[in-house]
C-alpha cells in the first residue's frame, strides 16, 4: 500500500518507488508536514516536530505556532507570515481561515478534475489520499489530494475547496500544491525557467534568497516569459548527484510558483493559478477545483529528476495515442513561403521534400478567409479557394498521390478585427467596455469561457477537417490576453474571466480529441509560449520556439528539456542565413539539433543543393533510426550549453541496448587540441558498435574515459556530431 495511515500517530505516509511524503495531523487538528525525501520506513512523530519559535510567534496556548511548523496547506491570517496556500475572502469580509483535519480517505485509482488536465493510470496503479480539512467558522471544506503511482516517484497533488455554508464566499487564492522544507543545513539554489518571444525557457540557477520569489505569468496563457516548473536545489545538486526538488503545474493560464525561504530556514514552494489575475465566486453547496501540481525530490541530481518527470508525463499525462508512436517527418511551409504561396508553389514543396523521404506537408497560417498578412481574417475558417484552387480536399488528395499526407494549421483563440466573425460577433472577444483593447499580433482575442464560442469554433474546425484528409494540425495562438473581461460575466465574476478562457480553450481540445482520436495536434504560441505539462495532455508535442538557430535552440531545448520530454520539443531544419538571427550553421548541425525532438523541416526545399539534399535522405534515414531512442528513451544532459564549451546529449534506449550521443561545438577556438566526452547511462558489460563505422566501445569505456572529439582549427562555429550504437552482442 503506497499511502498508510497509522492512527495512533495519526501520520499520513505516502510511499512512492524511491520516496517517502510524511505529514501528520498534529494538536487542534492542524496538519503538520514531516519529511519529503528518500525512503523512510517509519516516522517517529514526536522526534520530528519543529521546536516552535517563542518570540513574536503567536500561539494560542504556547504548545505550538503556525508561524514556524511546517504546513501542508497555509491559511492567510492565522498565524503562518509565509505566504498562503488558500486565501477565501467571506461574506463578513474577512479572510482570515483555521483550517483543521475534519477527515479523509484513501482510495485506489485517480479522479480526474472537471475541465482541467490531470494524470492518470490504470485503478491498480495509483493510490490517492482525500484530506478533508474544515473551517468551522464559514464552513468551507479545503480537500488536498495526493496521488501516488506505482511505477514512479512523482506525487500528484491538487485541492479543491467546497462551500458548505450557507453564504458565497469569494475565492481568491488557492494554490494547488504547498511544500515546506524546514531545518535543512545546506544552502539551496532556485532553477527556474525564464524567456521570451524566440527566446525560451533558459536555465536559470541562482542562490534562494530570503523573502519571497514569484515565478509567474499574468499573460492569460503560459507565456515565453516564465514556465510554470521549477527546481530548488542544493547548492552542490550537479546532473547526476545532489537533492533536487521538482515541482510543475499542469496549467495553460496565468500561474504563480511562490518560492520563500523564511527567516527560520525553511522554505515554501507554491504553484498554482496566479491571485493576481483571479478570484471565483463560489456559492452556497458549490465546489472549485485547483489544477493540478506534480512533484518530485531525488538525491540524483537534476538527470534524475527529469527523467523521473519525461517518465511520468510520457505514461501519466500524454493522452494521445501519438506519444509513443514515430511522428511523421513533416515539411511546414511558415518559412518556406510565409503567406505567399498557392496550390502549385506548395505542390512544388511537397514533391521536392516527398523524393526526400518528406512524409507530411503542414500548410501553416494563410490557408483560410482573406488572410493574405496577419492584418485579417482570424477566426474566418473557410477554404480561401483563391489561393488554393480546388481546396484543400484537391490538395490532400495530390498530396497522397505524392505519398504524403496533409497537416494545417489553425489559431483557434483568436479573431481579428477585419473578419466576418467580428463583424457578426463584436461581443464575442474579451473586452471591457469604455477602455480600448490592446492589439497583439494585429489581433484581438475570443472569450473562450463562453459556450457559444467554443461550440462555433468546434463546428468551423470540424468541417474544415470533414472535407479533406487531414492528418495534423498545428494549434497557435499568437498572443497574450489584455482587457481580460467577458461580455456575459456579472461584474462579481469578472476575475473568472482569464481562468474561464483556459477552461474553454481545453473544452476545445476535449471536442477535437473525443472527435478526431487519431489527430495528431502540435501546440504552439508564437513558438513556445504555452509549453506546459497541462497542454501535453491534449497534444503529445508543442512547438518549441519560433527560434530555429541551431545554436539558440540548444538552449531553448536544454531548458525545456528538464521537465519536458524529447518527444514532446518540436524541432525543424531551417533555413540560413537563419530567419531570427541572421546565423549561417551547417544543414548537418541543424539536423542534429533538429534530430533531439520532433523532426521537419521549415524551408523551400525546391532550393535545395544536391549536396544538400543528399544530406537530408540521410539525416531522414538517420532520423528513422534514432527517433525511437529520443521517444521513449532516457535522456541524458552530458554538459549543458550555458557553461560548458560543448554541448553534449545522449539519449539511451530503455534496454540501454541501444543510445545515440550529439554534440555541437557552439564557438570555435583556435589552438585547441580535444575534447572528451563521458556518456552515461549504460551497461557496463556491453559491448556497443557505432552504428554506421561499426568501431566497438564496452559501457564502461564510454562512461569511464568516453569518446574524443578533435578540435579543428577553422572548423567554424556550430560543428556537430551524432553517433548512434546499438549493442554488438
Ligand atoms: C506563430 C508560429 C509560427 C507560425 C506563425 C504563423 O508565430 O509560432 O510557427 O505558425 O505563427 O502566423
Not at 512 to 518: I, Q, T, V, W
Request: glycine share 8%; hydrophobic share 40%.
Amino acid at each position: 500500500m503506497p499511502i498508510l495511515f497509522d492512527e495512533k500517530q495519526k501520520l499520513f505516509l505516502l510511499n512512492t518507488k524511491n520516496t517517502t511524503y510524511a505529514f501528520a495531523v498534529a494538536e487542534r487538528g492542524f496538519l503538520t508536514h514531516l519529511h519529503y525525501g528518500p525512503k523512510i520506513a517509519d516516522c517517529d512523530v514526536a522526534a520530528m516536530r519543529r521546536p516552535f519559535c517563542k518570540s513574536f510567534s503567536p500561539t494560542l496556548d504556547n504548545i505550538d505556532s503556525r508561524d514556524t511548523a511546517l504546513a501542508e496547506c497555509a491559511c492567510f491570517g492565522s498565524g503562518d507570515f509565509r505566504t498562503p496556500s488558500i486565501l477565501v475572502r467571506q461574506s463578513d469580509g474577512h479572510a482570515v481561515l483555521k483550517l483543521t483535519y475534519k477527515n479523509h480517505f484513501i482510495r485506489k485509482g485517480k479522479v480526474k478534475i472537471p475541465g482541467l488536465p490531470a494524470s492518470f493510470a490504470p485503478e491498480a496503479d495509483v493510490e490517492t489520499l482525500e484530506m478533508i480539512l474544515v473551517d468551522e467558522k464559514c464552513r468551507l471544506e479545503c480537500v488536498l489530494l495526493y496521488s501516488v503511482f506505482a511505477d514512479s516517484d512523482v506525487i500528484a497533488r491538487s485541492a479543491i475547496v467546497r462551500n458548505r455554508g450557507g453564504e458565497a464566499l469569494r475565492i481568491e487564492k488557492l494554490a494547488s500544491c504547498l511544500l515546506d522544507v524546514g531545518w535543512e543545513i545546506e544552502k539551496f539554489d532556485l532553477v527556474s525557467f525564464p524567456g521570451s518571444w524566440a527566446r525560451e525557457r533558459r536555465f536559470r540557477r541562482t542562490p534562494l534568497s530570503d523573502g519571497v520569489h514569484t515565478l509567474a505569468s499574468a499573460c492569460g496563457i503560459t507565456s515565453h516569459r516564465m514556465n510554470p516548473a521549477f527546481c530548488v536545489c542544493s547548492r552542490e545538486a550537479t546532473e547526476e548527484h545532489g537533492r533536487v526538488y521538482g515541482m510543475a503545474l499542469l496549467y495553460s493560464g496565468d500561474f504563480a510558483s511562490e518560492i520563500e525561504l523564511d527567516p527560520f530556514g525553511s522554505i515554501r514552494m507554491t504553484t498554482g493559478i496566479n491571485p493576481a489575475c483571479f478570484a471565483w465566486e463560489l456559492q452556497s453547496g458549490e465546489e472549485f477545483h485547483a489544477p493540478e501540481a506534480l512533484m518530485i525530490v531525488t538525491d540524483g541530481g537534476f538527470g534524475d529528476m527529469s527523467r523521473s518527470m519525461h517518465d511520468f508525463i510520457r505514461a501519466h499525462v500524454m493522452r494521445s495515442p501519438w506519444k509513443s508512436r514515430p511522428r511523421p517527418v513533416l515539411v511546414n511551409n511558415w518559412e518556406a513561403t510565409y503567406f505567399d504561396f498557392n496550390g502549385e508553389k506548395l505542390l512544388a514543396l511537397a514533391k521536392s521534400a516527398s523524393e526526400l523521404g518528406v512524409e507530411m506537408l503542414v500548410l501553416d497560417d494563410g490557408w483560410f478567409g482573406k488572410r493574405d498578412n496577419d492584418r485579417c481574417a482570424l477566426g474566418d475558417w473557410v477554404e480561401n479557394t483563391r489561393k488554393l484552387q480546388g481546396g484543400l480536399s484537391l490538395l490532400s488528395k495530390e498530396l497522397q498521390k505524392l505519398g504524403m499526407k496533409l497537416g494545417l494549421w489553425f489559431e483557434p483563440e483568436m479573431i481579428s478585427e477585419d473578419s466576418d466573425l467580428f463583424r457578426a460577433h463584436p461581443d464575442w472577444c474579451l473586452q471591457i467596455p469604455g477602455r480600448e483593447k490592446l492589439m497583439g499580433r494585429r489581433q484581438f482575442v475570443l472569450d473562450m469561457g463562453r459556450e457559444e464560442v467554443v461550440e462555433h469554433l468546434f463546428e468551423r474546425m470540424r468541417a474544415i477537417l470533414d472535407a479533406a484528409e487531414i492528418a495534423y494540425v498545428k494549434w497557435d495562438c499568437n498572443r497574450y490576453l489584455t482587457e481580460v473581461g467577458s461580455a456575459v460575466l456579472p461584474p462579481e465574476r469578472q476575475m473568472e474571466a482569464s481562468h474561464r478562457f483556459v477552461l474553454g480553450t481545453y473544452r476545445l481540445h476535449e471536442l477535437l480529441l473525443e472527435r478526431y482520436p487519431e489527430l495528431l495536434i502540435e501546440g504552439c504560441a508564437g513558438g513556445g509560449g504555452r509549453f506546459d505539462a497541462g497542454m501535453l495532455h491534449y497534444v503529445p508535442q508543442i512547438w518549441c520556439s519560433d527560434d530555429t538557430d541551431a545554436l539558440e535552440r540548444l538552449s531553448i531545448q536544454y531548458g525545456t528539456s528538464f521537465f519536458h520530454p524529447c518527444s514532446s520539443m518540436g524541432a525543424h531544419v531551417s533555413a540560413c542565413p537563419n530567419h531570427q538571427t541572421g546565423r549561417t550553421i551547417s544543414f548537418s548541425t541543424r539536423g542534429i539539433v533538429a534530430l533531439a525532438g520532433t523532426f521537419g523541416y521549415e524551408l523551400d526545399m525546391t532550393k535545395l543543393s544536391e549536396a544538400e539534399r543528399t544530406e537530408a535522405r540521410e539525416q531522414i534515414a538517420l532520423y528513422r533510426k534514432v527517433h525511437p531512442i529520443v521517444l521513449e528513451g532516457d535522456l541524458y544532459r552530458l554538459t549543458s550549453p550555458e557553461c560548458d564549451p560543448i554541448v553534449a546529449w545522449q539519449n539511451v534506449s530503455k534496454d540501454r541496448k541501444s543510445f545515440v550521443v550529439s554534440w555541437v561545438i557552439p564557438h570555435c577556438t583556435p589552438q585547441q587540441t580535444a575534447l572528451r566526452i563521458r556518456l552515461r547511462g549504460l551497461d557496463p558489460e556491453r559491448v556497443y558498435a557505432d552504428w554506421k563505422t561499426g568501431e566497438r566501445f564496452r559501457g564502461d569505456f564510454l562512461m569511464n574515459f568516453g569518446l574524443i572529439h578533435e578540435l579543428r582549427d577553422r572548423a567554424g562555429d556550430g560543428a556537430g556530431v551524432i553517433r548512434v550504437f546499438d549493442s554488438a552482442e
